[in-house]
């Protein structure tokens, strides 16, 4: 079974500074996708970024990048420029992949609270 | 797009009591989710459905729990019997097969309090 571990509870940054939350896994697949959501306090799931593990390149999104390390199964999250928006708690996701294409249920770490000092 | 809806929003049941969510997803969205997430975690996956058919289901998912997509479309996940501890946020998602499957996008959520 994976696993997915999101080892900081709370990150804390001055607005517009840049952070970086951490999240690492254990899989014995191969081929398997990575997504980071976020989740506004009583608000829905939101995607943030997602990484194909066969891509060597680390997917970014405006302002969100990641640092992919399949050989050490790591997957972090840069936020630059830091907004209040961006408070919220951030969810690292592991999704398997199959023949069939796709990620089915996916395995979720514990979350990192992150807070936007202004 | 309209986005993933869930019905109720919050629910407030006495222990013993059964409970019924409906999900209905992002049209032509050919899977349908379930999940759970409680007070400081994340969530948990329950079960999912391609079309009508449903593929795979945790071992969270107890006999007291069932799952229906009778035609493909919206899902209901039925609680009987329930628990104090079947307390939590109930989440559905859906994804497009048809675009990868890649990326499921997720309801408000169905917060269920069992007293």
């Known amino acids: 079974a994976q696993t997915v571990t999101q080892s900081q509870p709370e990150m804390s940054v001055q607005e517009a500074e840049t952070v970086t939350l951490s999240c690492t896994y254990d899989t014995s697949e191969s081929d398997y996708y990575l997504f980071w959501y976020k989740q506004p306090p009583s608000r829905q799931m939101i995607l943030v970024i997602r990484q194909e593990a066969y891509k060597q390149q680390n997917a970014t999104e405006n302002r969100f990048s990641v640092n992919f390390q399949k050989a050490a199964k790591s997957f972090s999250l840069k936020i630059s420029d830091s907004q209040l928006g961006d408070a919220a708690m951030y969810f690292c996701?592991?999704?398997?992949?199959?023949?069939?294409?796709?990620?089915?249920?996916?395995?979720f770490g514990k979350g990192t609270h992150l807070i936007i000092q202004p | 797009d309209t986005g993933v809806s869930q019905d109720p929003r919050h629910k407030i049941t006495k222990r013993g009591q059964n409970v019924t969510f409906r999900c209905d997803p992002i049209s032509e969205h050919n899977r349908l989710y379930w999940y759970r997430q409680t007070l400081g975690q994340g969530p948990e996956f329950l079960t999912y459905f391609q079309n009508e058919a449903q593929l795979e289901k945790s071992r969270l998912l107890s006999d007291r729990f069932s799952a229906e997509r009778p035609k493909g479309s919206f899902s209901t996940l039925e609680i009987q019997r329930t628990e104090q501890g079947d307390s939590a946020m109930y989440l559905c998602?859906?994804?497009?097969?048809?675009?990868?499957?890649?990326?499921?996008?997720f309801g408000p959520g169905t917060r269920l309090l069992v007293l």
């Open positions: 998602a859906s994804s497009s097969l048809s675009r990868g499957a890649l990326t499921q996008y």
């Open positions: 996701a592991y999704g398997s992949s199959y023949s069939g294409g796709g990620a089915d249920g996916l395995t």
